[in-house]
């Protein structure tokens, strides 16, 4: 029996909440056999009965006054926010102090959040001392205000102890299968997930894009630019500090608020991005684009890809 309370704030994404009572559902009618229900799941959260979602959509919700005691799983989708800023703000807000608050008195519930909602499990100090993932480009605002907390925000999904921890967004599918993998099985989370046509995954990795950070802090355009000048040479941090006009300390701790990484970690990725663009040439051999993007050798980019992607270079060749 799966018995959950998806907690939704004013304001959040629509995927989430959808998904998580789309999938729901559908298990419940395929796998009905016995007569009896298999699922008991509750839209919680607000205060008025109704939550509108961002997009102008709207799902009739248990005002968290009235809820009782939780049920044995909480899960939280993301709040509706992307950006650092949006983000801090909107945790401030009454609505979400009050989530937070019923989330805090929910000492018996598993826990399992994804993309934004995970800073509001950490706000209610349901992750401190766990590792744990969110969406990817708010990893070093997460990793800043819960210290507590280990992240590892290439990961997909990741399970510490009672908690469970997604990523970016779609993230949240894979969240959902871990829940009925762990509550019906592997072979019944196998079956859901073939219905949805999807499949888990294991990394984040392969989304992350420099791009994104450039609206987050404009120092990282400046160590993008550089790297993208110099791809074929290696990378140094004091070179890194010296392009940006910032000691390696203050550049240090710059790059890890805006990313989650190391500045020798970012200009790596930065490096892996344009060998994967260079890999859709069927002419290029991996040892020639290894030299092309400053590495030593085709087993050195060949150990990167995969540990930024989870993939081998092959399979970003153009089919």
Known sequence: MLSMDVLVLQGASPIGVATTLDLVEGFARS???TGSPQVDVRVVGGDIGTLTLRGGMSVPAIPLAETGPAR?????????NSAAAEIERRLAETDVRAAVQWLA????SRVAASCTGTFVAAEAGCLAGRTVTTTWWLAGLFARRYPDCRVDADQMLIKDGPVLTAGAVMGHLDLLFAIIDEVFGAEIAQSVAARAAASPRASQAPFRRSAV?????PDLVVIERYVLDRLDSPVRLADLAEATHLSTRTLARRVQAATGLSPIQFAQRIKVESALELLR???RSVADIAQSVGLADASTLNRLIRRTTGRSPGSFRAG
């Open 72 to 80: 044995p799983w909480v899960v939280i989708p993301g709040i509706g």
């Open 105 to 108: 008195s929910a000492s018996e």
């Open 281 to 283: 040439d069927p002419w």
């Open 213 to 217: 950070y450039r609206e987050i802090d």
């Open 31 to 33: 796998h009905n056999s």
